[in-house]
């Protein structure tokens, strides 16, 4: 393609080389109808190098392309960079968000649903009462001027007036949204001329609604239809449900829409979230109360089977608690071992040896059919006035689990788990089976729609991204950093390997928290230290504290990102600790000064908890043995814990350089990265995990010498602005 051809799309005066090679790559790849894995260094421009071809073909062949993350500091960018595209193309662009924070009256989905239909039957009565009513003073001035039909035509319409009018009274005393019922009344194209004057934020659209008295998620919905771009929520493509609903707002056929994926190793976590499913005890209770007061022949059978479900499940957690540790659970929940590799699970197990009945299957059946029309009831209710908020049935949610957990709890997809927690009453627990095999939900998305681009820093090995979403012979493309090699060093530095039996140990933290005192030290401006939990960024952060000149921050669980990265980046000498498993380490910026170096210190696996092993046997199962692109003897263990940790690493290499005219050094604490570690740790070492160009820029030094090599670069960059540190 021709680069005049994109051009009108590209908002900058020109894209950099790798750039320039990614659009033609985008584009060629959708002209064939393929999918793309584009992998792009960070801070390299991988948005436009999407997005520009995206649009460009759309345009061409009248498709819709909708950019999406589970990052919300990525979607500021793409607003920014869609107002810079607008500026040179105009584009029809809208930013989409989920009702929950939209709603002016903060009501449910379902609530919602019969809000609107009930406001439309009012504003359709409205309408005809109006109509009727400007027909019968029609009918009037005829039938004072003598027209005797028009006196009996005039009757039969007071008639129908008199209807209408006793419907209005009916309907208005059930619930209406009055922000509904002004979209439905008022002319909103002042709102869509200003909604596509620019690319407005949903904040933005939601204050001009609630100015106006409109409801402003219901215009935008009503509005989208054939929008060059829509920059949503994963949520709105990976539910399969939502998905359905957010094509028809956009008016469009599935294979006329180009899904860009950002971050896009993150749509395996993201799409296991949306394949579990749950189920709470007090959900089973709920539904044994409600069966209690259903008049219904096929409540005892319902009844049956989920008592018996819901009295396993308290069993299972009793037994697995055991003496004294029911006093220690908290808030959060918290996983109970269920799991049995010779056969099913302990709760299965307990509750099929609980269950007394004719059949497990008719029961099940039984309260499938009930909560069905329990839910119809309750539906109609709502609809009728006669209760306030629409109920939702738990009979049909507890039915409907308990027929997917006998389905598919022996299936290697799913992982059957008992969790507890502590609640206002005590302690109480949950049943859940959890997706292993993301891409039940990916596939049919991408089987679906035109082609859909996913793109990220880290998504190499890319066999093993293809075979976790499902994805059939993508287009594949990789461009490293372009940005000037003298400018960025990156180390392996040969401290202890951090096993976790030898955090601990006195020597192994000595050395560290040496290697670290020097990092910050001959660091010219802040540090950026990512360790494999927040408890071990706690014990470096104490090691640290009064050994250094600098501010030491400490990132802790359940702080704001931003509100950190804002404390950190304010400092002019500071070194920030940090997990790597934190927030910090994808979608947050540090230009510049921000952060000059950036430490991993070890090699961040994450905790094998139960969840963590059944992926691994899954993924074992399904790529093993040659089965899978990159698959093999250890494909489980590659693909569930290896794999995703060297990308969460890279990843928070990532945080720094980030333009052309950036410079900085980037550490790997932990002989397990050196070429050494290579040679003589067999499966211990993961350099080779590294894409090769990568592995190529890494220089192997020994702890003691990490100040000489941060002072010889620093220096060589100009950057202490005055005598260096003495070392």
């Given at each position: ?557 359940g702080v704001r990102a931003e509100s950190m990265r ?45 969840r963590l092993r059944a992926v691994e046997t899954a ?109």
């Amino acid at each position: 393609m021709a680069e005049s051809t994109h051009a009108r799309f590209f908002p900058y005066d020109s894209p950099y080389e790798n750039q320039r090679e990614a659009i033609s790559g985008v584009y060629d790849a959708l002209e064939d109808g393929r999918d793309v894995l584009f992998e792009g260094a960070c801070g390299t421009g991988k948005t436009l190098a999407a997005l520009v071809p995206a649009l460009t073909y759309a345009r061409e062949t009248g498709k819709t392309v909708a950019i999406t993350t589970n990052v919300h500091q990525q979607t500021r960018q793409f607003i920014e960079e869609a107002r810079a595209i607008r500026a040179e193309e105009p584009i029809r662009a809208a930013v989409f968000r989920g009702k929950a924070s939209m709603c002016h009256i903060d009501v449910g989905y379902e609530e919602c649903q019969v809000l609107r239909d009930a406001t439309t039957e009012v504003v359709d009565l409205e309408d005809e009462k109006r109509s009727l009513e400007r027909r019968q003073r029609d009918l009037l001035e005829r039938a004072q001027a003598g027209d005797e039909e028009a006196t009996e035509a005039r009757s039969a319409v007071m008639d129908e007036l008199g209807a209408v009018e006793a419907g209005l009274d009916d309907l208005r005393e059930r619930s209406v949204c009055e922000y509904y019922h002004g979209n439905l009344t008022t002319d909103t194209d002042d709102f869509y001329d200003w909604l596509y004057d620019s690319v407005r934020t949903p904040d933005e659209i939601y204050s001009y609604a609630e100015r106006e008295g409109l409801c402003g998620y219901e215009l935008l919905k009503d509005g989208m239809k054939g929008v060059d771009l829509v920059v949503c929520n994963y949520h709105h493509l990976l539910d399969p449900v939502i998905r359905d609903a957010f094509f028809r707002w956009l008016g469009r056929d599935p294979e006329d829409v180009i899904p860009v994926f950002d971050e896009a190793h993150n749509v395996e976590r993201s799409a296991r979230e949306h394949a579990t499913r749950t189920l709470t005890e007090s959900t089973l209770d709920s539904a044994l109360a409600e069966l209690a007061e259903a008049n219904d022949s096929r409540a005892e059978g319902a009844a049956n089977v989920i008592e018996a479900f819901r009295n396993a499940l308290v069993s299972t957690y009793d037994d697995e608690l055991g003496l004294g540790a029911r006093e220690r659970v908290g808030d959060d929940w918290e996983d109970l071992s269920i799991s049995n590799p010779e056969g099913r699970d302990a709760l299965t197990i307990e509750f099929l040896s609980a269950y007394e009945g004719e059949g497990i299957d008719v029961d099940v059946e039984a309260a499938l059919s009930l909560g069905t029309a329990l839910d119809r009831k309750y539906d109609q209710a709502y609809r009728d006035g006669e209760t306030d908020v629409r109920r939702d049935c738990q009979t049909l949610s507890a039915a409907a689990f308990i027929d997917i957990w006998l389905a598919e709890g022996t299936s290697g997809d799913h992982f059957p788990v008992c969790s507890v927690r502590r609640g206002p009453e005590g302690v109480y627990g949950r049943a859940e089976l959890y997706a292993c095999i993301p891409r039940t939900v990916t596939q049919d998305l991408f089987e679906a729609v035109h082609s859909t681009v996913l793109m990220s820093a880290t998504l190499r090995p890319f066999s093993v991204t293809a075979d976790v979403l499902g994805l059939e012979d993508p287009a594949t493309m990789a461009f490293g950093l372009s940005f000037p090699e003298h400018r960025r060093r990156t180390y392996a530095i040969e401290t202890p390997a951090l096993f976790a039996s030898a955090r601990d140990d006195p020597r192994t933290q000595e050395t560290i928290a040496d290697t670290l005192r020097d990092v910050v030290r001959f660091t010219p401006g802040n540090s950026l230290l990512f360790f494999p939990s927040y408890s071990e960024a706690e014990r470096y952060h104490r090691l640290l504290a009064g050994t250094v000149d600098s501010t030491l921050h400490l990132d802790e669980p359940g702080v704001r990102a931003e509100s950190m990265r804002q404390e950190f980046t304010a400092s002019e000498d500071a070194a920030l600790f940090t997990s790597l498993w934190g927030t910090l380490t994808e979608g947050v910026s540090f230009d510049g000064d921000d952060a000059r170096t950036v430490a991993v210190t070890g090699v961040p696996y994450p905790y094998l908890d139960d969840r963590l092993r059944a992926v691994e046997t899954a993924y074992g199962e399904a790529f093993g043995d040659g089965s899978g692109a990159g698959g093999g003897d250890d494909a489980g263990w590659r693909y569930a814990v290896e794999i995703p940790t060297i990308r969460k690493t890279r990843q928070a290499l990532g945080r720094v350089l980030r333009s052309p005219e950036d410079f900085g050094a980037r550490l790997l604490l932990d002989e397990r990265y050196t070429e050494r570690a290579t040679r003589e740790m067999g499966k211990y070492a993961v350099r080779e995990t590294f894409p090769a160009e990568e592995r190529a820029e890494i220089v192997d030094i020994a702890p003691a010498k990490a100040k000489f090599a941060l002072l010889n670069f620093y220096g060589d960059m100009d950057a202490y602005g005055g005598s260096p540190p003495d070392p």
